[in-house]
C-alpha cells in the first residue's frame, strides 16, 4: 500500500483510529502557523494544574522544517493525503495494531460459557475493551503494503487469526480470528479530519463477533478519537462519544458513554452505559475507565445498581511495560516478536525490513527501506494497470454492494464489506525458522510480479 503520494493509516476499528490520529502527530507546525499563528493553536496538557497557552509550548525544529504545505489539509481527510517520515514511526504496523484485539479472547470464551444472555453480552463488551489500553501510544504504525499480512496464534487455546490489507485506495484492512467457541471479523476503513493542532478520527468499520455455541452474531459501532497537540505541545489521545455492542440476534443491546476530557484533565477516561433487554429495560449498569477497567454491576430499571450486588470485573487493562520507548504493551512486544521458530508467511508485517531496521534502532536505513517499498508499489500498480490485471486480496474476498448490513452499521459505501473464505485455515505447517534473524525483516514479499522488482532482499539499500 505504500505509495509515495499515499502514505496512508488504517487499521482495525479502534487501534486504527488512534493510528490515523498520531498520523500529523509533529504535522504541519510551519504551514498551520503561516495561516493562523502559534497564537491561535490551543494546547491542553490535561495532566497539567492548567492550561498552556501556544506561546508556552515548544516547537521543535524538526517539526517546523519538516512540513510545510499542510495549510491545505485544514480540515479536510488526511487518510489519504498525508507522507510521513520514518522518525515520527514505531516498529510496527496497522496489521499489528488490528492484532492487538486479541490479547483479551480469554473474555469470548467466558461469554460463550455464559448461560445468562445478558452477562454473556457484558463478557463480549470486555472483550471489546482490549484496544482503548493500546491507543495512547504517540507514535505512528507503518501503513501496510497492499496484500501484506499479519498472522498470530494461540495453539494452546486454538486461537488463529490473520490480517490482510485489502485495499489501497481507499485504505483498508481486513481481519479473521476464531476457535472452536467464537469467531472475530472485522473490516476497517477509518476518515480523519485535520484542525490544525489536532486530528479527529473517524473509527469507519465493521466488526462482528460470533459465538458459535450460542449462534449470536454481535456489531460493534465505537466512538470517536481525537490526536491533540498534534502540532505544539505534548500529543495526547481522548476517545469520546458513544459506543455500542448489538446483539443482531435478539435486539439486545450495550451502550456507553465515552466522557470527553475537560478542563484540567476532568473526566477524562470515564466511561458509563448500561446492557439492556430486548425491549430496553436496563439490566446492568457499565461503569469503568477505558485505559483501565470495566466493571458491571445489576441494576434496576432506572439503571441504578441493585443492592447488595457486587460489580463483576468484565476487563483489567494489563501492565504496560515501565518507560518502553514506544509504549509497547507486553502484547504488543508479542506481535512483534520473531522467536520462538515463528516462521509466517512471506508478506507477515514481521519481514518488512523498514520495521526491523526501526526496531533495531537503524532509523537512517528504514527511511530508505521505507521509500524502496513504496516505489516497489508503485511500479507493481503501473505494472498491473499495464497488463490489465485486477488485483484480488488472498485470504478474504469482497462482497457486493448490496450486501446485507446490521442495524446501526455503516453503509457499504462509506466500508464495503470483505469476507474471509477461509482458505488461510487449510494452509499446512510451515517448518519452524532455525532463528529470528530469518524472519525479522527478512523475505518480505507481499508482490505479484517479484521478478520486477531488482531492490527485492536488497530494499535498504541506497
Given amino acids: ?239 469520546y462519544g458513544d459506543y455500542t455492542l448489538l446483539n443482531s440476534t435478539t435486539g439486545a443491546k450495550a451502550y456507553m458513554y465515552f466522557k470527553p476530557c475537560g478542563w484540567f484533565g476532568a473526566g477524562r477516561y470515564e466511561i458509563s452505559g448500561t446492557i439492556s433487554k430486548e425491549d430496553g429495560t436496563p439490566v446492568y449498569k457499565l461503569e469503568g475507565k477505558w485505559n483501565e477497567y470495566l466493571d458491571a454491576v445489576k441494576c434496576d430499571k432506572d439503571g441504578e445498581p441493585l443492592p447488595g450486588e457486587e460489580p463483576l470485573r468484565l476487563w483489567t487493562c494489563t501492565e504496560k511495560p515501565a518507560d518502553d520507548p514506544y509504549g509497547f504493551t507486553h502484547f504488543a512486544h508479542k506481535l512483534n516478536s520473531c522467536a520462538d521458530g515463528i516462521n509466517p508467511l512471506p508478506s507477515d508485517s514481521r519481514r518488512r525490513p523498514d520495521r526491523a531496521l526501526l526496531e533495531a534502532g537503524n532509523s537512517s536505513d528504514a527511511a530508505v527501506a521505507k521509500y524502496n517499498l513504496e516505489e516497489m508499489q508503485r511500479a507493481e500498480r503501473k505494472e498491473r494497470e499495464k497488463r490489465g490485471d485486477s488485483w484480488q486480496p488472498r485470504w478474504f474476498k469482497p462482497l457486493p454492494a448490496d450486501a446485507e448490513i446490521l442495524p446501526g452499521e455503516y453503509s457499504n459505501e462509506e466500508c464495503p464489506q470483505y469476507e474471509f473464505t477461509g482458505d488461510y485455515l487449510q494452509l499446512e505447517a510451515r517448518p519452524p525458522s532455525k532463528s529470528e534473524d530469518e524472519v525479522c525483516g527478512t523475505g518480505f514479499a507481499p508482490w505479484c510480479y517479484p521478478d520486477m522488482h531488482p531492490q527485492l532482499g536488497k530494499e535498504a539499500q541506497r
Avoid at 479472547?105 to 453480552?121: G, N, S, V
Avoid at 497492499?146 to 494452546?156: A, D, I, K, M, N
Fill in 1 to 239: 500500500m505504500a505509495d509515495g503520494d499515499a502514505e496512508q493509516n488504517q487499521g482495525g476499528w479502534l487501534s486504527g483510529a488512534w493510528s490515523l490520529g498520531q498520523s500529523v502527530y509533529n504535522a504541519a507546525a510551519s504551514a498551520v502557523n503561516s495561516v493562523m499563528g502559534y497564537e491561535d493553536l490551543s494546547v491542553v496538557d490535561p495532566t497539567a494544574g492548567e492550561a498552556k497557552g501556544a506561546q508556552e509550548a515548544a516547537l521543535s525544529e524538526e517539526r517546523a522544517k519538516a512540513f510545510s504545505s499542510y495549510k491545505d489539509y485544514l480540515g479536510k481527510d488526511i487518510t489519504s493525503l498525508v507522507i510521513l517520515p520514518v522518525w515520527i514511526m514505531q516498529p510496527f504496523t496497522m496489521l499489528q495494531c488490528m492484532g492487538e484485539l486479541m490479547e483479551y479472547t480469554d473474555l469470548l470464551d467466558k461469554a460463550a460459557a455464559t448461560e445468562d444472555p445478558y452477562e454473556r453480552l457484558a463478557w463480549v463488551v470486555g472483550f471489546t475493551m482490549g484496544p482503548f489500553g493500546t491507543i495512547e501510544r504517540p507514535w505512528k504504525p507503518f501503513n501496510p503494503i497492499l496484500g501484506e499480512t499479519f498472522e498470530y496464534g494461540r495453539p494452546e487455546k486454538g486461537v488463529k487469526y490473520i490480517a490482510e490489507q485489502v485495499s489501497h485506495h481507499p485504505p483498508i484492512g481486513a481481519g479473521h480470528g476464531e476457535t472452536e467457541l467464537w469467531s472475530y471479523d472485522l473490516v476497517s476503513a477509518p476518515k480523519t479530519k485535520f484542525l490544525g493542532n489536532s486530528v479527529e478520527v473517524y473509527p469507519i468499520g465493521r466488526t462482528r463477533i460470533r459465538l458459535k455455541t450460542t449462534g449470536e452474531l454481535f456489531s460493534l459501532v465505537p466512538p470517536t478519537s481525537k490526536a491533540n497537540n498534534v502540532i505544539l505541545g505534548k500529543t495526547w489521545i481522548d476517545t
